[in-house]
């Protein structure tokens, strides 16, 4: 039992204490891998530089007609930004790209999102929890999915031990021979109406945060896969979710490589701005 608590603690207090993991405000992809942006045609922000400094001397040579001054085109020109915030001509090969956060005004890389709590963009953001005051991100995800799990462990522990209590205070008539007997029943039967309601509740957020992690999805992803598998299927589609590798891999990508280590605290394998996919992304 004090094991179960201790890791039960551990895992709450880093879980509260790491940083989920921050896109840094400067960051910018450096690779062709990297920037497969959403656009079609757009492969990086050089192309983008090259066409305009291209039309614009055009435009002041006289070319368009619009002799040394810029024409109504180049005006309405986009920038890079606004190209990357608009919304993607793929709607499914979004899920992969690197794109553009309007309110941190800088770029951010695939399965990361904006925290309006934190006002900063998490790598692969699940959910900002109130219970341990924390983004849960790519940094203490691990952290989260423990401490729910050991705090199961520990609540079943004490529900146990309590009803083997009662069992034994009933058995042995004690009622009749201890005068304290009935209040320790009654207190008994008071933790117990608090304890499994608790565990019950915690345990189906647990068995929904693991189902989510054997399909290498998070929270907010969920919403995101369920509004392309509709989308999918109006087309007449399937909707194949690029991070999906098979339960397995899929649980390594978050508890670790080895399987023997899955219960012990671990930091996270990568850096978090990149991320393998099943390459199904054709529906």
Not at 48 to 68: A, F
Not at 148 to 162: A, D, H, K, R, W
Not at 261 to 277: A, E
Request: some cysteine.
């Amino acid at each position: 039992m004090h094991l179960l608590f201790g890791a039960l603690m551990y895992n709450y207090l880093s879980a509260v204490t790491t940083l989920p993991g921050f896109v840094p405000r400067n960051w910018k992809p450096h690779s062709v891998e990297k920037t497969k942006f959403v656009k079609k045609g757009i492969e990086d922000e050089e192309e983008i530089h090259s066409r305009d400094v291209s039309t614009e001397e055009h435009d002041l040579e006289g070319g368009n007609g619009y002799s040394g001054s810029t024409s109504p085109k180049s005006s309405k020109r986009k920038t890079f930004e606004e190209i990357l915030a608009e919304d993607s001509s793929d709607e499914f090969e979004s899920l992969t790209t690197v794109r553009y956060c309007k309110r941190c005004t800088a770029y951010k890389p695939p399965r990361a999102h904006h925290c309006s709590e934190c006002d900063k963009c998490i790598l692969r953001m699940d959910h900002h929890c109130p219970w341990v005051n924390n983004c849960v991100g790519y940094c203490n995800h691990k952290y989260f999915l423990l401490f729910l799990n050991y705090l199961i462990f520990c609540g079943s522990y004490m529900i146990v031990m309590f009803i083997v209590r009662m069992i034994d205070l009933i058995s042995s008539g004690q009622f009749e021979k201890d005068p304290f007997s009935p209040i320790q029943a009654i207190v008994i039967c008071i933790e117990l109406l608090i304890i499994i309601p608790s565990v019950i509740s915690v345990g189906c957020l647990c068995f929904y945060q693991m189902n989510l992690l054997s399909e290498n999805t998070t929270t907010i992803e969920s919403f995101d896969k369920e509004m392309y598998e509709r989308k999918a299927a109006k087309k007449g589609k399937q909707f194949h979710y690029p991070y999906d590798r098979g339960m397995c891999q899929n649980l390594k990508d978050v508890l670790g490589e080895r399987i023997l280590f899955w219960p012990v605290p671990t930091v996270p394998d990568g850096d978090g701005f990149v991320y393998q996919t099943n390459k199904s992304l054709n529906v």
